[in-house]
């Protein structure tokens, strides 16, 4: 075998054992500026992207979506009035707000399309005050529904997110928050909104109208995307900028989290964009109907289940059902894995809760309370398709020092070779010379 053909078959395994290891890895369109964020599917409980996910930081504004979740729990009827307090308004000073002075009556939703749309911390702490009847009761009672959420990384001071010592949360538990928020109807509806206009009040005689911030759902803004249908940002110099978005299409609803970035007001946009791209163009959904999740579980060995509802999840879109599988490992939420099998490769995606499978509940040490929960801890299972961040950037340099060895070994080669073939050639002609000396006496 020649060098060339030997350095052809070596480059062309190379590729093909890289392409078969980065098969189930998100090939991001670019980097994700933020220390920590997450991509999460909310109908399958998958975590599709993972960066710190797990830290504790400054959330600035994108605490207002655990405020408004409480609110909403605590308060259906959102016409009833309020009216603002001196300790409403005693916000930081330049810090965002709508002007609202003591005494003014408002309503709930005015209160809310204020928080959710303006980020104004004065509504925040209105609503606050309503609900939880001082500002720190509220706080606790934000506290009580991350613990009932499972949260396990995130304390909250506040409604508004101004930083506080001890008010902190992580990306998953966002995700956490922010798939409770959609059960609701309104949430949608009051942080996707474009405009509101508040109508005039008892101390303010001119009404007040809000933009959204989201500049994702602006048709105006080099960041729109068409499926995005809500979202809510902050910052604080502490904190950085923090986002957090939701996008549906095709049945299926995304959560994009960026928490921290600095030095540049866009980063949390373009990782919103990045995040999307990879959820909305790459992967698509495939959904298991009963009867196939009924086969996969008996191929599993996994006795006594009776689906009677369909199953929805994301993977890529050179996958389809039949590379799909359960494990027959019941897990402490009474769930089993779904694997992904890819060039001999198999990675868990998410798991089906047993009451999918129409089976009883198992009593475990970890069971959820309910079903809505026990989807939102599957966000704490291993990502789907994401390996370690460092790893990734180890390998290719990695792959790029092999290049360049195995260049510089054929190299070395075809020059060593190119050497021999002329001293053998110089060899042969003082031969022939000789012979001519010898036949010319």
């Known amino acids: ?23 189930l890895t998100p090939t991001l369109q670019e980097e994700i500026y933020a220390p920590e964020a997450l991509l999460y599917c909310v109908e399958s409980g998958q975590t ?37 307090s001196e300790s409403a308004v005693n916000i930081e000073r330049d810090s965002t707000n709508i002007a609202l002075v003591p005494g003014e009556e408002v309503t709930l939703e005015n209160m809310m399309y204020a928080t959710l749309m303006q980020s104004a911390n004065d ?20 506290n009580d529904k991350a613990a009932e959420l499972g949260c396990t990384g995130s304390h909250f001071v506040n409604a508004h997110g101004l930083d506080a010592d001890g008010h902190v949360v992580t990306a998953r538990d966002l995700a956490r928050i ?16 474009l405009m509101y206009t508040m109508p005039a009040t008892t101390k ?3 009404a007040r109208t809000f933009y959204t911030k989201q500049r994702m759902l602006r048709a105006d803004s080099k960041f729109y995307n068409e499926f995005a249908i809500a979202g809510k940002n902050g910052y604080t ?9 939701v996008a549906r299409r095709d049945g299926l ?8 970035s600095t030095g540049n007001m866009y980063y949390p946009w373009r990782d919103m964009r990045t995040l999307f791209a990879y959820a909305l163009n790459d992967l698509h959904p495939v959904t298991l109907e009963a009867d196939q999740l009924k086969k996969m579980a008996d191929d599993a060995g996994i006795a006594d289940t009776k689906p009677k509802e369909a199953f929805t999840l994301a993977v890529p879109k050179n996958v389809d059902a039949d590379a799909l599988s359960l494990s027959d490992t019941l897990d402490t939420d009474n769930a089993y894995a779904v694997n992904l099998t890819m060039d001999g490769k198999t990675e868990v995606l998410c798991t089906v809760p047993g009451s999918v499978l129409g089976m009883a509940a198992q009593p475990t040490a970890a069971q959820a309370s309910t079903d809505g929960q026990a989807v939102t801890k599957n ?3 291993s990502p789907a398709f994401s390996a370690p961040g460092w790893l990734k950037w180890l390998l290719i340099p990695l792959g790029l020092i092999v290049l360049f060895v195995l260049w510089f070994v054929l190299t070395c080669m075809y020059r060593a070779r190119k050497v021999r073939r002329q001293r053998a050639r110089i060899a042969q002609m003082r031969r022939q010379s000789h012979r001519r000396d010898e036949e010319s006496r």
Do not use: W
């Open 1 to 23: 075998m020649s060098i060339r053909r030997l350095a052809l078959l070596i480059m062309t395994v190379l590729l093909l054992v890289s392409g078969s290891a980065m098969a």
């Open 48 to 84: 599709l992207y993972e960066k710190d996910a797990d830290k504790p930081v400054k959330p600035a504004s994108v605490t207002k979506l655990m405020t408004a979740l409480v609110v909403f729990e605590h308060e259906s009827d959102l016409s009833k009035k309020t009216t603002v």
């Open 123 to 142: 509504a925040a702490n209105v609503l606050a005050e309503y609900v939880g009847g001082s500002q720190e009761g509220f706080a606790q009672m934000m």
């Open 178 to 193: 922010t798939t409770a928020l959609l059960d609701g109807p309104r949430f949608v509806e009051i942080a996707g909104a």
């Open 204 to 206: 303010q005689p001119e």
């Open 237 to 245: 110099t502490a904190a950085g900028h923090t986002q957090c978005m």
């Open 253 to 260: 609803t995304y959560i994009a989290i960026s928490l921290g």
């Open 379 to 381: 966000s704490a299972s």
